[in-house]
Nanobody, 121 residues
């Protein structure tokens, strides 16, 4: 199992920005597919973004496309989620996830503890 630790969450006003980071363990991080998910209060967990092993392919939920950007730095074993033009609807606990096998479609089997993002109106 891959160990994942998210950071960078906080409180921000609508229209503001935050960058989340996810540090991963493992000696083969460069082969992992990585994703971000979120869970809003009273809601089910939902997909946010996904990036393949070399960063060449990215995928976004319709609700965040053009506002959020997922990226990775394999040399640092880290994946990022840059969030721009945040809305109150983006308020949620954000989770990092990993698919160590790089399956197609991804099978996310490892999860971080989550980091809280709160967007005020």
């Amino acid at each position: 199992q891959v160990q994942l630790v998210e950071s960078g969450g906080g409180l921000v006003q609508a229209g503001g920005s935050l960058r989340l980071s996810c540090a991963a363990s493992g000696r083969t991080f460069s082969r992992y597919a990585m994703g971000w998910f979120r869970r809003a209060p009273g809601k089910e967990r939902e997909f946010v973004a996904h990036i393949n092993w070399n960063g060449g392919s990215t995928y976004y939920a319709d609700s965040v496309r053009a506002r959020f950007t997922i990226s990775r730095d394999n040399a640092k074993n880290t994946v990022y989620l840059q969030m721009m033009f945040l809305k109150p609807e983006d308020t949620a606990v954000y989770y990092c996830a990993a698919d160590p096998r790089g399956s197609i479609p991804p099978n996310f089997s490892s999860w971080g503890q989550g980091t809280q993002v709160t967007v005020s109106s």
